[in-house]
């Protein structure tokens, strides 16, 4: 069961007791799971931000032994708590 009391006592960073908060971490809006962004924002709501990556793909093994990859452009989306 969870307290919503003590989930609050980690929404905003205490530096006394090692409390990080919450702001500025990565979240998921379309989760159920406890990384969901109303949740781990504290209810302080979160930005969605856009960027360019390179990422494996295409992947192939190659007898024997080894897996060659092409370099591939993606679209990430990131959201982070406010």
Same mark, same amino acid.
């Given at each position: 069961?969870?307290? *919503?009391?003590?989930?609050?006592?980690?929404?905003? *960073?205490?530096?006394?007791?090692?409390? /990080? @908060? &919450?702001? @500025?971490?990565?979240?998921?809006?379309?989760? *159920?799971?406890?990384?969901?962004?109303?949740?781990? %924002?504290? @209810?302080? @709501?979160?930005? &969605?931000?856009?960027?360019?990556?390179?990422?494996? %793909?295409?992947?192939?093994?190659?007898? +024997?032994?080894?897996?060659? +990859?092409?370099? %591939? /452009?993606? /679209?990430? =989306?990131?959201? =982070?708590?406010?």
């Amino acid at each position: 069961m969870r307290n *919503a009391a003590s989930d609050e006592l980690f929404c905003q *960073a205490d530096s006394r007791y090692d409390i /990080l @908060g &919450t702001r @500025g971490r990565v979240c998921n809006s379309s989760s *159920a799971e406890p990384d969901d962004c109303r949740r781990m %924002c504290c @209810g302080r @709501g979160f930005v &969605t931000h856009h960027h360019y990556a390179m990422e494996p %793909c295409n992947c192939k093994f190659v007898w +024997c032994c080894e897996v060659k +990859c092409q370099q %591939c /452009l993606v /679209l990430k =989306t990131e959201e =982070t708590c406010i």
